[in-house]
T-cell receptor, first 113, second 113 residues
Framework: DQQVKQNSPSLSVQEGRISILNCDYT??????FLWYKKYPAEGPTFLIS?????DKNEDGRFTVFLNKSAKHLSLHIVPSQPGDSAVYFC????????????FGTGTRLKVLA | DTAVSQTPKYLVTQMGNDKSIKCEQN?????MYWYKQDSKKFLKIMFS???????INETVPNRFSPKSPDKAHLNLHINSLELGDSAVYFC????????????FGPGTRLTVT
């Protein structure tokens, strides 16, 4: 039972344009969400997070939007840069539980110069 | 001065062998984790230790035994390796058990032949 889904395994975007990565979840107990970025042969690195009390969180070029009613979150990268090319994982956690993350399977973003 | 380091980076071994993967963090964090990323790219938590105490133990075969000699180290020992154990294993740490931001090591690619 995959509680966190990233239905697009890959995405290609032109440099300077917006990248939108999507993530859906099924467990209504999830109330904290994170995005991680992963380069080849490296571990994931934390990018941005959002609590369920918010619907938007912004950090520089990265913005995460949360739609609780739709159980959907998205990561927007504006403007996209070639260095953003990586695999992006979303993860969700329930603060009332053990705080463990449930990860999606990732979306490979390729930013074309 | 790698924050979370794992050794070895690659491990190729035969079925039935016993092997260990070591993890060390120099961030002064209290909590450490082991994750498994399988061939379908699912990144799943296996274990978590907080100050050497086991706090998360997912449904993992008994052949997997984590050991935390101190809070800076969390090693993973695997007995009687099976083909299905082939995966990338990531170690991670966080400041405390209720911290959402986790720092990942570079991963250990285990191949069982």
């Amino acid at each position: 039972d995959q509680q966190v889904k990233q239905n697009s395994p890959s995405l290609s975007v032109q440099e300077g344009r917006i990248s939108i990565l999507n993530c859906d979840y099924t467990n209504s107990m999830f109330d904290y969400f994170l995005w991680y970025k992963k380069y080849p042969a490296e571990g994931p690195t934390f990018l941005i997070s959002i609590s369920s009390i918010k619907d938007k969180n912004e950090d520089g070029r990265f913005t995460v939007f949360l739609n609780k009613s739709a159980k959907h979150l998205s990561l927007h990268i504006v403007p996209s840069q070639p260095g953003d090319s990586a695999v992006y994982f979303c993860a969700a956690s329930a603060t009332s539980g053990t705080y463990k993350y449930i990860f999606g399977t990732g979306t490979r973003l390729k930013v074309l110069a | 001065d790698t924050a979370v380091s794992q050794t070895p980076k690659y491990l190729v071994t035969q079925m039935g062998n016993d092997k260990s993967i070591k993890c060390e963090q120099n961030l002064g964090h209290d909590t450490m984790y082991w994750y498994k990323q399988d061939s379908k790219k699912f990144l799943k938590i296996m274990f978590s230790y907080n100050n050497k105490e086991l706090i998360i133990n997912e449904t993992v075969p008994n052949r997997f035994s984590p050991k935390s000699p101190d809070k800076a180290h969390l090693n993973l020992h695997i007995n009687s390796l099976e083909l299905g154990d082939s995966a990338v294993y990531f170690c991670a740490s966080s400041q405390e058990r209720f911290s959402y931001e986790q720092y990942f090591g570079p991963g250990t690619r285990l191949t069982v032949t």
